[in-house]
């Protein structure tokens, strides 16, 4: 079974400063993971994925995720927060090694950035 | 850039109706799924098609629900006798392929209202 956990239901920050938004996650085998976003009575749009490789990954918008195999985490990071970076923020997890390609979503992070 | 469309992004039925929501996928792609958003809850992952067949379904997934390709571009879920408990935003996306590393893309969701 795949599972993520997103511990913060809401992160708030102000303009300027540095954003993180936690994600850990919980598979059998290995991790396909990745970070969507959803603004205001819109879709999710994705953002960034760790496959293989770097285990820091850059994705849209300036973001970027750490993926860390020992703590099982994918927290996602970015070093300036915009007021337009306030949205919904999901992570989700994928297992290599499962069969199917359904992603398993976390409960999502609200991310409020101030002015 | 391409993008998964769908419709209608509103609709309201009353309890018992059937209703088929729709949706485009990008193009090339060869899998699709249906995800849906209870209002204030997590992405829950409903069904994946590839190659004209359900290639996975979660146990939301039951008789009521039915996917189709009626055509080389449309992919549709139909709600057979719509409960209260419907109510959400169902998001239609696609993949390019069969590896799990794939992004799987959403279309901006059809939000179902059943009174």
């Known amino acids: 079974a795949q599972s993520v956990a997103q511990p913060e239901d809401q992160v708030n920050v102000a303009e300027g400063n540095p954003l993180t938004v936690k994600c850990t996650y919980s598979?059998?085998?290995?991790?396909?993971l990745f970070w969507y976003v959803q603004y205001p009575n819109r879709g999710l749009q994705f953002l960034l994925k760790y496959i293989t490789g770097d285990n820091l990954v850059k994705g849209s918008y300036g973001f970027e995720a750490e993926f860390n195999k020992s703590q099982t985490s994918f927290h996602l990071k970015k070093p300036s927060a915009l007021v337009s970076d306030s949205a919904l923020y999901f992570c989700a997890v994928r297992d290599i090694e499962a069969a199917g390609n359904k992603l398993t979503f976390g409960g999502g992070t609200r991310v409020l950035v101030k002015p | 850039e391409p993008e998964v469309t769908q419709t209608p992004s509103h609709q309201v039925t009353q309890m018992g109706q059937e209703v088929i929501l729709r949706c485009v996928p990008i193009?090339?792609?060869?899998?699709f799924y249906w995800y849906r958003q209870i209002l204030g809850q997590k992405v829950e992952f409903l069904v994946s098609?590839?190659?004209?067949?359900?290639?996975?379904k979660s146990e939301i997934f039951d008789d009521q629900f039915s996917v189709e390709r009626p055509d080389g571009s449309n992919f549709t879920l139909k709600i057979r006798s719509t409960k209260l408990e419907d109510s959400a935003m169902y998001f239609c996306?696609?993949?390019?392929?069969?590896?799990?590393?794939?992004?799987?893309?959403f279309g901006e969701g059809s939000w179902l209202t059943v009174v």
């Open positions: 996306a696609s993949s390019p392929g069969q590896g799990s590393g794939n992004t799987i893309y």
């Open positions: 598979v059998s085998g290995n991790p396909y």
């Open positions: 193009s090339n792609h060869l899998y």
């Open positions: 098609f590839y190659n004209n067949e359900i290639s996975e």
